[in-house]
T-cell receptor, first 115, second 112 residues
């Protein structure tokens, strides 16, 4: 089945530094990838939709200058949390699908802790 | 607007009990419907799906039927196991559209 690899699975960084999270579709081409944030015992909050070769579409309330998304190829999207602060600590999850009518395939998530 | 409402948790059952997690949706057109499962510390995995009215999705003993007349997609399992303990998310995706809409998730705990 379709596999999405997300890396790293855990990262601890100091306040003010930047962290990059990678999301790769390993055996299919993903025209569109999605980035979510999940708070403890909460549902997924869609942050942005990432389209290959174009600018990401951010959801209302998500700072695009803080959460930089790049989708340079059909198999790779990255999320960079810039100038991280403790309130950015969360579980970030990416997902991808081959086309609009296919299920989403999720990465295993990245636990970000900002100290 | 589009939305998914699923049964609030947490749900605690004994092993071999019957499980129902209710899910209803509000959407225009004919969306595809999904149930995803999230085990602790992991991302979401597709559990089952249905793409048109009256379709039944099934996997690992779980079932859900696409009911257009009641806009529902309730998840059921006849006999749960401890290993089914997880968070379950109902979701839909409009036909030929990118974004999916997720419910808030229902935490299931199965006790031996």
């Amino acid at each position: 089945g379709a596999v999405v690899s997300q890396h790293p699975s855990r990262v601890i960084c100091k306040s003010g530094t930047s962290v990059k999270i990678e999301c790769r579709s390993l055996d299919f081409q993903a025209t569109t990838m999605f980035w979510y944030r999940q708070f403890p015992k909460k549902s997924l909050m869609l942050m942005a939709t990432s389209n290959e070769g174009s600018k990401a579409t951010y959801e209302q309330g998500v700072e695009k200058d803080k959460f930089l998304i790049n989708h340079a190829s059909l198999t790779l999207s990255t999320l960079t949390v810039t100038s991280a602060h403790p309130e950015d600590s969360s579980f970030y999850i990416c997902s991808a699908s081959g086309d609009f009518n296919s299920p989403l395939h999720f990465g295993n998530g990245t636990r970000l802790t900002v100290t | 607007g589009n939305s998914v409402t699923q049964m609030e948790g947490p749900v605690t059952l004994s092993e071999e009990a019957f499980l129902t997690i209710n899910c209803t949706y509000t959407a225009t057109g004919y969306p595809s419907l999904f149930w995803y499962v999230q085990y602790p510390g992991e991302g979401l995995q597709l559990l089952l799906k249905a793409t048109k009215a009256d379709d039944k999705g099934s996997n690992k003993g779980f079932e859900a039927t696409y009911r257009k007349e009641t806009t529902s997609f309730h998840l059921e399992k006849g006999s749960v196991q401890v290993s089914d303990s997880a968070v379950y998310f109902c979701a839909f995706r409009p036909y030929n559209a990118g974004k999916s809409t997720f419910g808030d998730g229902t935490t299931l705990t199965v006790k031996p």
